[in-house]
């Protein structure tokens, strides 16, 4: 049975909120700066009225050491922001304007 989802994202942005104790072996990204990033890029989404991008804070996304995450789908587009600057580039540019900030792309190795 079909379900009637209230809506579709053009683009959907999953961020990394893990939050582990200090010390912890593997880190997390909230350690590394991370929700301050996640605030931004919300009021970025909110003020720009990108309703057709979805936002979601997330547990571990399995890289500790690279925080803090974020993945954009459906392109499965890794991003490690910087700076509240790094998030306004990605904002505008793949969120916006369709286009990945490949100087903040992630590459994933096996």
């Known amino acids: 049975m079909p ?4 809506q579709t994202f053009r683009h959907h942005v999953f961020c990394c909120a893990q939050q582990r104790p200090p010390g912890h072996p593997r880190g997390s990204c909230a350690a590394k700066g991370a929700h301050p990033l996640w605030q931004r890029l919300d009021q970025k989404i909110q003020g720009k009225g990108l309703t057709d991008v979805g936002m ?3 547990g571990c996304l399995g890289f500790c050491s690279a925080g803090p995450l974020m993945v954009v789908y459906p392109e499965g587009i890794w991003y ?3 700076t509240p600057e790094d ?3 990605i904002v505008e540019s793949h969120l916006v304007g369709d286009t990945p900030v490949e100087r903040l ?5 096996r």
């Open 3 to 6: 379900l009637d989802l209230p």
């Open 56 to 58: 979601a804070m997330t």
């Open 80 to 82: 490690r922001p910087e």
């Open 87 to 89: 998030i306004d580039e």
């Open 105 to 109: 792309v992630m590459v994933l190795t």
